[in-house]
């Protein structure tokens, strides 16, 4: 047996231990649903997913049938042909679908996926339950670059804008914590606490002496997060984003069960755990700040999402961290639908409406971690 094969086993075992320690502790329950599950429930949360897509844009005041989206959908990727591809909708119909309602819509989708991923590695590094993707003082971050450029009348460069502060917040941070010694996750979480207050009081001192008009407006949606602005360009940062950063994170879950038990015990597994934190740490940083460039500062989604898939699936990251991927799609799907039809015409930042649902989930599950204890 090669070593890695036989690393690979004593992560899968440490895994498997850390579930049956972790079931003790709760009281000796089994778990709800065996080791298949997480195909399972891959494949219900997919279909759910592409359903959803398809209900989410059908759902406005222009009135349009999921088959009518459906149909629009398939003509513009040229699977249906020209002459059967009315099915019913005007021009404009056609333009608010692929123009407006699907870029939204599948933007929605894949930054939910993005920020449930980084949380629940975030999670995994730092051991810190409470640990949520903006925990680098990423949000603060992008939020000094985004009020920057809005207030400069230069929304253009939002994104960018946006993503540079984020990665600069994590240079501070990473280079803040290494200069106290090694990189661990208490120093990390402190380093990010830090960095995310001086980013944040550069922000409210901007705004403070910048902001006039109409400008708080636009300035307060943005850090209250919305995708009203999402358009193609945006499905091509977000996606691009999530295969170049988000795939390698996808792939680390054995990696990640190895840090169950501390540092020590994933050095004695034969991890590296200084590069591979190092690495994980960027990459996710990477996956949010490109989310956050789009979105704004949404809540709760990479904080609760992957305790709700733990409830299904347990502890194993190679089932949470795909599992998280489509359930945090799903949920952000279903929250800016809301937000842009709850109280039409008028919208309300889609922020509002992850923390008008997150608290009282987030509520429920430590509660219901209460009773078990």
């Given at each position: 047996m090669s070593l890695r094969e036989h690393t690979g086993r004593e992560i899968t075992t440490a895994a498997r231990t850390f579930a049956v320690r972790s079931r003790s502790r709760r009281g000796g329950k089994r778990q709800r649903f065996g080791p298949g599950s997480g195909l399972l429930w891959g494949l219900v949360l997919l279909a759910l997913l592409a359903v959803s897509v398809l209900v989410a844009v059908s759902i406005g005041p222009a009135s349009l049938s999921p088959p009518q989206v459906l149909g629009s959908v398939l003509q513009h990727l040229g699977l249906r042909p020209e002459a059967s591809a009315g099915a019913g909708l005007t021009p404009i119909q056609d333009g608010i679908v692929w123009e407006l309602r699907l870029p939204r819509v599948l933007t929605a989708a894949v930054v939910g996926a993005g920020l449930a991923v980084s949380g629940a590695v975030m999670q995994a590094l730092t051991r810190n339950p409470l640990a949520d993707p903006y925990l680098l003082g990423l949000s603060s971050g992008a939020a000094l670059g985004a009020v920057a450029v809005l207030?400069?009348?230069?929304?253009?460069?939002?994104?960018?804008?946006?993503?540079?502060?984020?990665?600069?917040?994590?240079?501070?941070?990473?280079?803040?914590?290494?200069?106290?010694?090694?990189?661990?996750?208490?120093?990390?979480?402190?380093?990010?606490?830090?960095?995310?207050?001086?980013?944040?009081?550069?922000?409210?001192?901007?705004?403070?002496?910048?902001?006039?008009?109409?400008?708080?407006?636009?300035?307060?949606?943005?850090?209250?997060?919305?995708?009203?602005?999402?358009?193609?360009?945006?499905?091509?940062?977000?996606?691009?984003?999530?295969?170049?950063?988000?795939?390698?994170?996808?792939?680390?879950?054995?990696?990640?069960?190895?840090?169950?038990?501390?540092?020590?015990?994933a050095a004695a597994l034969g991890l590296n755990v200084s590069a591979i934190r190092w690495l994980l740490l960027a990459g996710t940083a990477v996956l949010t700040g490109a989310m956050v460039s789009v979105s704004g500062s949404i809540g709760f989604v990479g904080l609760i999402l992957p305790h709700a898939v733990r409830l299904l699936t347990g502890a194993r990251h190679r089932a949470l961290l795909p599992l998280s991927a489509l359930a945090g799609a799903l949920f952000m799907v279903w929250a800016d639908t809301l937000a842009r039809t709850l109280f039409d015409p008028r919208e309300i930042p889609v922020g509002i409406i992850t923390a008008l649902l997150g608290a009282p989930v987030f509520i429920a599950m430590l509660w219901g971690r209460r009773a078990a204890a």
């Open positions: 207030l400069l009348g230069a929304a253009v460069l939002l994104p960018v804008a946006a993503f540079a502060g984020a990665m600069a917040a994590l240079v501070l941070t990473l280079g803040l914590a290494s200069a106290l010694g090694v990189i661990t996750p208490t120093r990390t979480v402190l380093a990010g606490l830090a960095v995310s207050a001086l980013a944040s009081a550069l922000t409210s001192f901007i705004i403070f002496f910048s902001a006039q008009g109409d400008s708080y407006r636009e300035v307060l949606s943005w850090l209250m997060g919305s995708l009203s602005a999402a358009t193609w360009n945006s499905v091509a940062i977000t996606v691009t984003a999530f295969v170049v950063a988000g795939t390698p994170v996808l792939l680390a879950g054995r990696v990640l069960d190895g840090f169950a038990f501390g540092d020590t015990s």
